[in-house]
């Protein structure tokens, strides 16, 4: 689909087909299930190149999760037929993150320094563990784990691709 090369953001993921009316239930990949609520239209794929758009005809959030009903999906054939796709939403329809909150896909990638200006790596990828998050950080092909905390993480800056730590001894050990 020609988007003209604009940025979509990934929210969640069909995983399978409710009743026979064509709705489908989708697992959230944001803490914010509400905002499903708010849809009018969505992009879905397996992959952001290749999408195509469906218009959001209603939302339901309810404790067990997010059902959604497209306009273009009639029965349950239909909503089987997009189970295994992701959700996305362009930048107009992006939340914005919390304060002192950072999107995962803006943290991975950020180069790591500590308090003497040293790079101790670059961002691989985070955890969402139930304590809190974890950064897994790459240096020189080994990894290092690194509590999302603020004894740790002293700064990020997605400006500047950025983010500044204190590391204590033992912290970088594999």
């Known amino acids: 689909m020609n988007r003209q090369h604009q940025t979509l953001y990934a ?3 069909v995983s399978k087909a409710f009743g026979v009316r064509g709705e489908v239930v989708v697992r ?3 803490e914010s299930s509400a905002r499903f609520k708010k849809l009018k239209d969505a992009y879905l794929g397996r992959e952001e190149r290749d999408v195509h758009k469906l218009n959001v005809e209603y939302a339901r959030v309810d404790p067990k999760g997010v059902r959604l009903k497209f306009a273009e999906t009639q029965n349950r054939t239909e909503a089987e037929s997009l189970v ?6 362009d930048e107009q329809h992006r939340v914005k993150p919390k304060k002192g909150s950072h999107f995962i896909h803006d943290v991975v990638g950020l180069s790591v320094v500590d308090e003497k200006g040293n790079t101790v ?4 990828d985070v ?8 950064y897994v950080i790459d240096k020189n092909g080994r990894e290092w784990m690194l509590p999302a905390v603020k004894e740790f993480v002293t700064s990020i800056d997605v400006a500047t691709k950025t983010m500044r730590v204190r590391v204590i001894e033992g912290l970088m050990e594999p």
């Open 11 to 13: 929210i969640g993921k």
């Open 84 to 89: 295994g796709s992701l959700i996305f939403v």
């Open 28 to 30: 959230p990949m944001t």
């Open 121 to 124: 790596g670059t961002v691989k």
């Open 127 to 134: 955890l969402r563990l139930p304590a809190q998050d974890v």
